[in-house]
Nanobody, 128 residues
Framework: EVRLVESGGGLVQPGGSLKLSCRAS????????VAWFRQAPGKEREGVAS????????LYSDSVKGRFTISQDSVEDTVYLQMNGLKPEDTALYYC?????????????????????WGQGTQVTVSS
């Protein structure tokens, strides 16, 4: 069974930075794509960054483009989300998700329902 474990969340002041990690365990083959999602209280889950694990191609939501960077370390089976220039509206529970055995494409890579493995989430709070 594949498991994803996020870490790196915390409290940061506006303008600050955090780096989230998503480590996979138990897998014997690579996922097709991995994405970071976030969900704030009372809001829908939003896809913010994604990566095609073979090609390394990345896509971002408009809300984080230019501030967040997704990357991967295939040796460590870990995907990262570097978040710079954090704003109070970035406050949310952040999840990583992976898609195994299902194709990924640009039209749905930031959509939640095709992902079949999810982590438990890590809280990010941006506040002064």
């Amino acid at each position: 069974e594949v498991r994803l474990v996020e870490s790196g969340g915390g409290l940061v002041q506006p303008g600050g930075s955090l780096k989230l990690s998503c480590r996979a365990s138990g897998n014997t083959y690579r996922s097709n794509c991995v994405a970071w999602f976030r969900q704030a209280p009372g809001k829908e889950r939003e896809g913010v960054a994604s990566i095609y694990t073979s090609a390394g191609k990345t896509l971002y939501s408009d809300s984080v483009k230019g501030r967040f960077t997704i990357s991967q370390d295939s040796v460590e089976d870990t995907v990262y989300l570097q978040m710079n220039g954090l704003k109070p509206e970035d406050t949310a529970l952040y999840y990583c998700a992976a898609r195994f055995g299902r194709l990924c494409n640009d039209d749905d890579i930031l959509i939640a329902h095709p992902y079949n493995v999810w982590g438990q989430g890590t809280q990010v709070t941006v506040s002064s």
